[in-house]
């Protein structure tokens, strides 16, 4: 469904990504996991169309995506759920999550709402209050709904645990994985990696923009090289 190909990038003359390359087949969850500023968030920014690759390509569901503008790239299912949320603070819940379906029209959103309140059932009866207001589990699970909002075949989440409670991550990867359940493919960064891998069908650790490791889930949670470097174990 995704296919990176020897992928690099970066802001400016400082390159973070160093020809990545990395697949994802249709109905996985697959996990990027590694330390901050390890490059995990410029990657999934150069795939979603916000940056663009110095080298490299990017293909979903075989159509080169990698010169695409954002919105075209939503348009054909790929969508991302950004780090730190990212939601209109002064907009109310139901006005975000309007937004995230602003691609197909009234009727495709109400439908959609309706989904996603029912993953969510906090967020109906937060709907008009200003997602600004929420706590941080709920704006994160507004995030998550808006997203959810834009159709997509291809979901790419930048670290749903930040700022969050133990409690509050359990319930966010819980949605994850009924998410993907309901039919969506799943690319995962995050850098609590025991929980990532516990949910994810195989991962990949990204050290300064370079791939150092891959395999299934349960390879690297008995690696001991990721243990110690990761997991601190």
């Given amino acids: 469904m995704l296919e990176v190909i020897g992928l690099s990038a970066g802001y400016g003359p400082i390159q973070v990504l160093n020809h990545v390359s990395f697949h994802v087949a249709q109905g996985e969850i697959v996990a990027f996991i590694g330390a901050n500023g390890a490059g995990k968030s410029t990657l999934l920014r150069t795939i979603s169309g916000l940056n663009r690759p110095s080298e490299g390509e990017v293909l979903f569901t075989g159509t080169p995506i990698h010169r695409m ?34 691609l197909y029209g009234r009727k495709h959103v109400q439908r959609a709402l309706g989904d996603v309140l029912g993953l969510f059932p906090i967020l109906g009866e937060r709907k008009r209050q200003k997602a600004g207001t929420l706590s941080g589990g709920e704006q994160q699970m507004c995030a998550i709904a808006r997203g959810l909002m834009s159709k997509p075949k291809l979901i790419l989440l930048d670290e749903l645990s930040l700022g969050l409670q133990p409690s509050l991550v359990e319930r966010v990867f819980e949605a994850v994985i009924e998410i993907n359940k309901r039919g969506v493919t799943i690319l995962l960064v995050e850098q609590m990696v025991q929980e990532a891998l516990e949910i994810a069908k195989r991962g990949y650790v990204i050290q300064t923009g370079t791939i150092v ?19 601190g174990m």
């Fill in 69 to 102: 503008t954002p919105e075209r790239i939503v348009g054909l299912g790929l969508v991302q759920v950004p780090e730190a949320r990212q939601l209109f603070a002064n907009l109310t819940v139901l006005e975000n999550l309007e937004v995230g379906g602003y």
């Fill in 213 to 231: 490791y891959s395999g299934t889930s349960q390879e690297l949670l008995c690696s001991e090289e990721v243990r110690k470097a990761y997991m």
